[in-house]
C-alpha cells in the first residue's frame, strides 16, 4: 500500500463524499476512486460500501480508519522534521466572516504567502453557521467564526474577543442618545442574518433584558448595514473598531444604554479528526495576525 492510496481512504471516509475528498487532495474522482481500489485490491477486503445511494464504510474500513490517520500523521511528522520552513504546500481552503474579512484578512493572506510561499490560500467569506457546516462536511481546512462550535464533530481555540456598541444616524432623536427599552419599540433594528455569531447575541440581549424591537431588517453585508444606518433607515450594533471610524466621520453617532451589549468571542476551528501538522501550523499564524481593531480602509 501507498501514502496515497491511504490519503484517499482517509478522505473519503471521513468527508461528506468521494468528491469532497477528491477537491481536498486535488485530484479528479476517478482518480480517488482507483486510489481507494488499489488499496482494497492490496488488503483483499472492500473499504466502503458501494450498494446504496452513497458509499458507507464497512467493517474493514472502520479498523482502517484510526490506523489511516496514525501513519499519516507519522508522515506528516517525518516531512516537518525534514523539510524548511517553508513546507506547507498546496491549497488550504479556510472561512472567515465579514469581520474579519474587512480587518485582518488581507494581512493574514500577506503574511503566509511570505511564511509558506508554496501554499495557497482560497479564504471564503459568509456567517458562521453556514461556515460551520461546510467544515463540517470537510469542504474546509479551517474557519475563524464567533465562539466555539458546539459539534461534536469539530474543536477549536478562542483567539480573540470583540466588544460591539449600538449607534444610530447624527439625526435621530433619541434624547441624550440613549437607547432604552421603550425607544427599540419605535426603531428598526438592522442585522445581520440569523446565523451570524452578532445576531444569536442580539436575541439574547433582548431575550435576557425582556426588550422588543419595532421593526426587524436582516442585510447579508456589514458596510451595507452602516450605509442603511447612515441613510437613517433603522439602528444597528457595530464592533467597536468599525464604529470608531464611522463616528470620526460624523457618519454615525453612539447610542448609550444601561444594559451593555455583550461581547463576542472568536474562534479558530477545525475539524477534532483533522491532526495534521499544518492545522497547528496556520493556527499559530492566525492566531498572531488576528486583529479586529484594525480596519480595511477599502470597507469603511
Not at 471521513?14 to 485530484?27: G, K, P, W
Request: hydrophobic share 45%.
Amino acid at each position: 500500500m501507498t501514502l496515497k492510496q491511504l490519503e484517499a481512504f482517509y478522505w473519503a471516509a471521513v468527508s461528506t463524499n468521494f468528491s469532497i475528498a477528491a477537491e481536498r487532495l486535488h485530484v479528479s474522482q476517478s482518480s480517488l476512486s482507483k486510489r481507494i481500489l488499489e488499496l482494497e485490491s492490496q488488503l483483499g477486503r472492500p473499504l466502503f460500501d458501494r450498494s446504496g445511494h452513497r458509499a458507507s464504510m464497512t467493517e474493514a474500513g472502520e479498523m482502517l480508519l484510526p490506523l489511516a490517520r496514525n501513519l499519516l500523521e507519522s508522515a506528516d511528522a517525518v516531512r516537518g522534521l525534514m523539510a524548511d520552513s517553508d513546507t506547507l504546500s498546496g491549497l488550504c481552503r479556510f472561512g472567515v466572516g465579514e469581520l474579519g474579512a474587512t480587518t485582518w484578512l488581507p494581512k493574514l493572506v500577506t503574511r503566509t504567502r511570505t511564511v509558506y510561499p508554496r501554499l495557497v490560500l482560497e479564504p471564503h467569506v459568509d456567517v458562521g453557521e453556514a461556515l460551520e457546516e461546510r467544515l463540517d462536511r470537510g469542504e474546509l481546512d479551517f474557519a475563524v467564526v464567533a465562539r466555539l462550535s458546539t459539534r461534536n464533530s469539530l474543536t477549536g481555540q478562542i483567539i480573540a474577543d470583540v466588544r460591539y456598541t449600538w449607534a444610530g444616524p447624527p439625526d435621530l432623536m433619541l434624547g441624550n442618545t440613549r437607547l432604552t427599552g421603550d425607544a427599540l419599540r419605535k426603531l428598526t433594528v438592522i442585522s445581520m442574518p440569523a446565523g451570524a455569531g452578532s445576531t444569536r447575541i442580539l436575541d439574547k440581549w433582548l431575550a435576557v433584558n425582556n426588550f422588543e424591537v419595532g421593526r426587524r431588517l436582516v442585510c447579508n453585508n456589514l458596510g451595507a448595514i452602516a450605509g442603511l444606518v447612515t441613510a437613517g433607515v433603522g439602528i444597528s450594533f457595530f464592533p467597536d473598531v468599525w464604529l470608531r471610524t464611522l463616528v470620526d466621520r460624523n457618519a454615525l453617532v453612539e447610542l448609550k444604554s444601561d444594559t451593555p451589549f455583550p461581547g463576542l468571542q472568536y474562534a479558530f476551528q477545525w475539524r477534532r479528526d483533522d491532526h495534521r501538522p499544518r492545522i497547528r501550523k496556520l493556527l499559530q499564524l492566525v492566531d498572531e495576525e488576528v486583529d479586529f481593531t484594525t480596519p480595511n480602509p477599502l470597507w469603511v
